[in-house]
């Protein structure tokens, strides 16, 4: 069934072959509270393509929940010197609020750099 929801799903998506089995990546669980489902997900993405960064797992969540806040900022920050050539960034731009880490996350970002 997962196999047909998946081909279903890339469907619309032209050139890409059938799918005719899945197998699962080796992610960790993460509870409830974690918010970090995405995270994960791309993790174990990046460890099957063999990409350099650290797995995902609970007790590391808050490094990449930094790590991706920090990569969004940078792309922000690069984004915000073309905002007059763009018409979505030029209308949102000035009503962004400012984005403050509590003092366990600012510890953690200062690690990453």
Not at 36 to 54: D, T
Not at 67 to 90: E, I, K, P
Request: glycine share 8%; aromatic share 6%.
């Amino acid at each position: 069934p997962i196999t047909r929801a998946f081909n279903w799903f890339i469907g619309g998506l032209n050139g890409l072959p059938q799918v005719s089995k899945l197998k699962p990546l080796g992610v960790e669980l993460q509870g409830t509270n974690s918010q970090s489902c995405a995270l994960a997900a791309v993790s174990g993405i990046e460890q099957h393509l063999g990409l350099p960064v650290p797995k995902w797992t609970p007790k590391t969540a808050v490094v990449h929940q930094v790590h991706w806040l920090d990569d969004v900022m940078d792309h922000v920050t690069r984004s915000l010197q073309y905002v007059h050539a763009t018409v979505f960034l030029n209308t949102v731009a000035g009503h962004l609020p400012p984005i403050q880490l509590d003092a366990s996350r600012q510890g953690m970002a200062q690690q990453l750099h």
